[in-house]
T-cell receptor
Framework: SQTIHQWPATLVQPVGSPLSLECTVEGTSNPNLYWYRQAAGRGLQLLFYSVGIGQISSEVPQNLSASRPQDRQFILSSKKLLLSDSGFYLC???????????FGQGTRLTVV | KQEVTQIPAALSVPEGENLVLNCSFTDSAIYNLQWFRQDPGKGLTSLLLIQSSQREQTSGRLNASLDKSSGRSTLYIAASQPGDSATYLCAVNQGGKLIFGQGTELSVKP
């Protein structure tokens, strides 16, 4: 069966520090991968999505970047965090972008 | 630009009541629509997926309908239980990307 792992679960980082959040998927090949952010009391905003290794699309201009070094690995990064980067980050996958989407348990990022 | 709206934003019902959550979207050119459940501080749990060619899907006490032409979907929960308390999110799949509504926060009182 397919599973999605996302870590860490919580993270407190100072302003200006780097960020690396990792997401891996097991039990499927060539999934579409997504990073979403959920601000407090708000809906989910799509940040990045990827249809294959090295193929990243950015949905909103921001202080973050994403990479897909392997088929089932998706990494969200920042060189210098801002206070506004605080939020709940969720990784997701789906088959060909058309099937049911499955989400990880999320990372709560607090920038202080 | 696709916009997804969920009404009501919050709902409180007594245990055992049947209830309906609403989701509307502005652009009917979608692949599918999906309903999710989110418990506080947790990730999303997939509940039901309705393809654009389908009218409804059922899973246990949950039934989701889709009227693509009018841009509407409903999630019907039968015989609600306190364990159903959570935020329910709908999302439309447009071009392989999920666009979410703001969610309905459901509270089922014992």
């Amino acid at each position: 069966s397919q599973t999605i792992h996302q870590w860490p679960a919580t993270l407190v980082q100072p302003v200006g520090s780097p960020l690396s959040l990792e997401c891996t998927v097991e039990g499927t090949s060539n999934p579409n991968l997504y990073w979403y952010r959920q601000a407090a009391g708000r809906g989910l905003q799509l940040l990045f999505y990827s249809v294959g290794i090295g193929q990243i699309s950015s949905e909103v201009p921001q202080n973050l970047s994403a990479s897909r070094p392997q088929d089932r690995q998706f990494i969200l990064s920042s060189k210098k965090l801002l206070l506004s980067d605080s939020g709940f980050y969720l990784c997701a996958w789906s088959v060909l972008g058309m099937g049911m989407a499955f989400f990880g348990q999320g990372t709560r990022l607090t920038v202080v | 630009k696709q916009e997804v709206t969920q009404i009501p934003a919050a709902l409180s019902v007594p245990e055992g009541e049947n209830l309906v959550l609403n989701c509307s979207f502005t652009d009917s050119a979608i692949y599918n629509l999906q309903w999710f459940r989110q418990d506080p501080g947790k990730g999303l749990t997939s509940l039901l997926l309705i393809q654009s060619s389908q009218r409804e899907q059922t899973s246990g006490r949950l039934n989701a309908s889709l009227d693509k032409s009018s841009g509407r979907s409903t999630l019907y929960i039968a015989a609600s239980q306190p364990g159903d308390s959570a935020t329910y999110l709908c999302a439309v799949n447009q071009g392989g990307k999920l666009i979410f509504g703001q969610g309905t926060e459901l509270s089922v009182k014992p």
